[in-house]
């Protein structure tokens, strides 16, 4: 079975959104999910986006996908990646699919001389945080991240 990552097109927006659904549901948030496919369409695919997306595929049939975007350390003084999300799905976990999608974009991380790749995993994801010990990945538990979102951000912006 031949498994294929590759940068992912706009034909690819509705199956991304798929996933993203998928990934949302078996993160107990699909409640959460607003984004369109126009969304999707527009925000990897339009002129000018900053988000790069890829599609993991077996046999010509998409299996996964990943969406990240260079980030920046002023400690480091360099660009680093900083994943959003990465997603295979669960008929095809186990025989390194994920382990590949995440190699490629280390690979790229390394050809950018970045100096880090980082991501968030919900602590009561297992498997997740299993997988990525077993990768050597090192969590970040000194580091507490906020958000402000929604209603809350245009709050603050407009006060």
Do not use: K
């Not at 990552?5 to 607003?34: N, S």
């Not at 339009?46 to 350390?73: K, M, N, P, W």
């Not at 008929?91 to 970045?114: F, P």
């Not at 580091?143 to 912006?157: I, M, P, T």
Request: with cysteine; hydrophobic share 40%; proline share 3%.
């Amino acid at each position: 079975m031949s498994l294929t990552i590759r940068p992912a097109a706009r034909a690819d927006a509705a199956q991304i959104l798929t996933f993203i659904t998928e990934l949302a549901d078996y993160e107990r948030a699909r409640h959460e999910v607003v984004a369109t496919l126009a969304d999707i369409e527009h925000s990897l695919f339009d002129a000018g986006s900053t988000v790069h997306s890829l599609i993991c595929e077996r046999d010509s049939q998409a299996i996964g996908f990943a969406v990240y975007f260079y980030s920046y350390s002023t400690w480091l003084g360099r660009n680093g990646i900083y994943l959003e999300d990465l997603y295979i799905t669960p008929q095809q976990r186990g025989d390194g699919a994920g382990r590949q999608l995440l190699r490629h974009i280390a690979r790229e991380a390394m050809a950018n001389n970045c100096g880090r790749l980082e991501w968030s995993v919900l602590d009561w994801n297992e498997p997740a945080i299993g997988f990525y010990q077993s990768l050597g990945a090192q969590p970040q538990d000194e580091w507490v991240r906020y958000r402000l979102d929604g209603e809350r951000l245009r709050q603050f912006a407009e006060a």
